[in-house]
């Protein structure tokens, strides 16, 4: 038999999930000059792109135009989507591996970080990324209700991500209603009585995760004013060398953008939202509902590699309010078979290479990349050097796969082990079916698109 990657005996790869890392890896597979590669995407969804959809917020619609690239991909020679197809459920690794050379996981950071402390579980305390999951339409979250006639929430975290929720919570409907948010989403932020949002910081706004692009929009929102404690923003020691050692001027911005707030106090808009920093929540109050949330105050401490971290200063106060996001970084999930390190919330791996146990052996023909390989951090251009570092891994150990592999893998097309096991799989073109549908769709309301948030909807359509 011919070599792999040979005319005649391409190298089959199987990616599992169709986020940006999944799109980059299936790209860098198929550019090869010398080699010849097929690659079947498979996607629990029958919609690709992850939380290119699913997450990115509504109102960021430009940053969503890197599916085009994705789009590119999926046109080249040797790529097919499987959407609707769950690996674990519907396809096994064994089975993947009987008709794949190498197989790629790049299945994100499906769960999230808790606060660990009591009154986590209160009805109305959640994770934000359900709360993101739910206003972008996710199927897995259509079902939540979010009852937002409230008076106050709070926003634990100062990520990218908080800066997310809090915008969809302060923004007017008038700017929403021009977005792809899930329609039920708008119809619930309608209705919105929410005069305070907090955003609590457990460190200082020089330390603060978010970027630049990111607290500016929140200075500039038409509905909602940002308000700042000066204190916050006084530097001491501590901060002041932060901030002189910083490889990145985006802390230092912030700094900027945060203390051009103070002249403007409490502003003059109906809905406030609070940047409060060096703040930890402690407990969340409530009998059965959130009622309030219990807070100490922190002060930054240096641990043993010179980190500032923060520390509680035994400080403790109470604001009211009826909600809780939690937005404290996403966190993987691992696949029952398949190495995981449960602290890190990633799949174990060198450069891509997934391997098992303290003496990190390698497991043969199985990579990852995304947030599964290095953890929920980065753009998602960060997917793309991280999936190229993948595949040339995988690239490197060809010459080990002839033999063994060659032999299990090559057999009958996956689709015909799909149809005996009675999986409704859905192509590439039938993704782009219901995606015109949902343009079609959104362009009579004036909006981008309207998005079909049911696989029911979406199969429906397409059958
Ligand atoms: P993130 O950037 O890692 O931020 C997590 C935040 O949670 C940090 O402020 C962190 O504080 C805080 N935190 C963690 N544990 C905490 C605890 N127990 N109590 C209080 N606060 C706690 O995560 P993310 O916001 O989920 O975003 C994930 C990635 O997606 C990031 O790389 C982000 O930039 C990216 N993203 C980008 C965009 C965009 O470009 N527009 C939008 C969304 C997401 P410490 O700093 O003190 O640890």
Sequence with gaps: MEAIGGESNPLRVAVVGSGPAGFYAAEEL????????????FDRLPTPYGLVRGGV????????????????????QGFRFFGNVTFGADL????????YHQVLLSTGAESDNRMGIPGEDLQGSLPATQFVGWYNGHPDYRHFEFDLRCRAVAVIGNGNVAMDVVRILAKPISELEKTDIADYALEALKQSTIEEIFMLGRRGPAQAAFTNPEIR??????????VVRPEDLELDGPNEEFLANAKEP??????????????????????????????SPVEVLGNEKVEGLRIEKNQLVKDDQGNLRAGGTGEFSEIAVDMVFRSIGYKGTGFAGIPFDERGGIIPNDEGRVVDGEERHPVERLYVAGWIKRGPSGVIGTNKPDAIATVKSMIEDLPRLEGSAQETAGGEDISV??????VDFV??????????????RGKALGRPRLKFTTVKEMLALLR
């Design 30 to 41: 198929l550019k090869q000059s010398d080699l010849k590669v097929v690659v079947d995407l």
């Design 57 to 76: 917020a509504p109102d960021h619609q430009k940053i969503k135009s890197v599916i085009k690239l994705y789009e590119r991909t999926a046109a080249r």
């Design 92 to 99: 096994s690794l064994t089975e993947l591996f009987g008709h």
């Design 217 to 226: 929009e929140l200075t500039a929102l038409e509905s909602a004013d940002l």
């Design 250 to 279: 985006t802390h230092k911005r912030n700094m900027d953008i945060l203390t051009a707030q103070i002249e403007k106090g409490d502003g003059s808009a109906a809905r406030k939202v609070r940047a409060w920093f060096f703040t």
């Design 417 to 422: 082990l799909l149809r005996e096991k009675s």
């Design 427 to 440: 192509s590439f073109a039938d993704w782009q079916r219901i995606d015109q549908a949902e343009i079609e």
